[in-house]
């Protein structure tokens, strides 16, 4: 979003937005962001610029008057945010009847990853009221991969020709995963990714010590290298976990959710290979990826890391999966095939 002062909650989203709202044809935009660089932030800067009633000479939100003010406090009538569940309890953008995160009203079940028919039928409603404030209406629809085949297909007439005054923004990692009939409604707009020289500056403002190699440990994403960093990740220890998984280190993953460990050594694997093949690593410090003993045997360990990805929210036993990884990854690192 825009703050009060006139400038985006996040400082590399600025540039995107200016050119986005210089690009802006069409009533629903697609707008294509790398995971963890900021797409919710944007499209929600690009609502909250549509909505206010003072943008700047580039039509940037002022931040300041009053339709700002009810869009930093989640009550603008006229702005609709649809997220999965899952999504919707940490973000603060509750739908319907939801009730925030750690409100005893919040349903005990594991919260839907979906975005349902339910919630798009509910918002086709919602867009088909009046505005309430007169200056047209917004809906920000994050991510669309989380629509299933029921609710995007409930999306296409809105899509195609929603009511007058009204526009969409969508946001997307990988515009091929999505259905065809609702990419090809929308205006497709590819954000870059944000510059290492933005980003490191407000990575070190939030704590974040060496935020480079955290950086590259995330290839360039800030927001997950800072949810790294907040769970306990820091520089010294993703430079130390190759050495330490492949030393047989006990407490090398414990803790680590599966998804993360599954990351963390598929990318200790592609930078084994970068090495085989004399090219640089990516995601660890030179040097700290030692070359596998076997390019066969790394190949299959990594193919069963793709395998295991599949399934990496199943419930697995955190301790027992992590000992297991880390046990492969020994085998593989020594040309073993067990």
């Known amino acids: 979003m825009i703050d009060a002062e006139g400038r985006p909650t996040l400082p590399w989203i ?13 009533h629903a935009l697609l707008l294509q962001c790398a995971p963890g660089s900021g797409a919710f932030e944007l499209a929600l800067a690009l609502a909250q610029s549509w909505l206010c009633k003072s943008p700047d000479g580039e039509g940037v939100a002022c931040g300041r008057c009053a339709a700002c003010r009810a869009v930093h406090s989640h009550v603008h009538a006229d702005l609709l945010v649809l997220q999965p569940q899952a999504l919707r309890r940490t973000s603060g953008w509750t739908f319907g009847d939801d009730a925030p995160e750690g409100d005893e009203r919040a349903d005990k079940r594991k919260p839907s990853r ?3 028919i339910d919630e798009v039928r509910a918002a086709i409603d919602w867009v088909g009221r009046t505005s309430a404030r007169g200056s047209g209406k917004a809906w920000v629809l994050h991510p669309v991969e989380a629509l299933n085949e029921h609710s995007a297909s409930a999306l296409l007439k809105t899509a195609e020709e929603p009511p007058p ?3 969409l923004v969508l946001t997307c990692t990988d515009p091929q995963a999505i259905l065809p009939t609702v990419r090809s409604r929308c205006q497709h707009l590819r954000v870059p990714e944000p510059a290492a020289e933005v980003v490191l500056p407000w990575l070190q403002a939030q704590g974040v010590a060496r935020a480079a190699v955290l950086l590259a440990a995330t290839g360039g994403r800030p927001l997950q290298a800072l949810e790294l960093a907040r769970t306990g990740v820091d520089a010294a220890t993703w430079e ?25 050594l598929c990318k200790i694997g592609l930078d084994a290979l970068a090495r085989h093949a004399g090219a640089p690593q990516r995601w660890f410090p030179p040097g700290s990826v ?4 076997s390019l066969p045997a790394l190949q299959r360990w990594l193919d069963e890391l793709i395998r295991i990805a599949r399934h990496a929210e ?3 036993h955190e301790g027992l999966m992590g000992d297991a990884l880390a046990a492969r990854a020994r085998a593989a690192f020594s040309g073993r095939a067990d």
Request: net charge positive; charged share 20%; hydrophobic share 45%.
């Open 114 to 116: 979906q975005i349902r």
């Open 14 to 26: 600025g540039e995107p937005l200016r050119g986005l709202l210089a690009q802006a044809r069409g």
């Open 165 to 167: 005054g009204t526009r």
């Open 240 to 264: 130390a976990l190759p050495a330490a998984v492949l030393g047989g280190r006990p407490d090398a993953l414990a803790g680590w959710p599966v998804p993360r460990a599954l990351d963390a």
């Open 314 to 316: 199943h419930p697995w």
């Open 290 to 293: 030692p070359a596998a003993a």
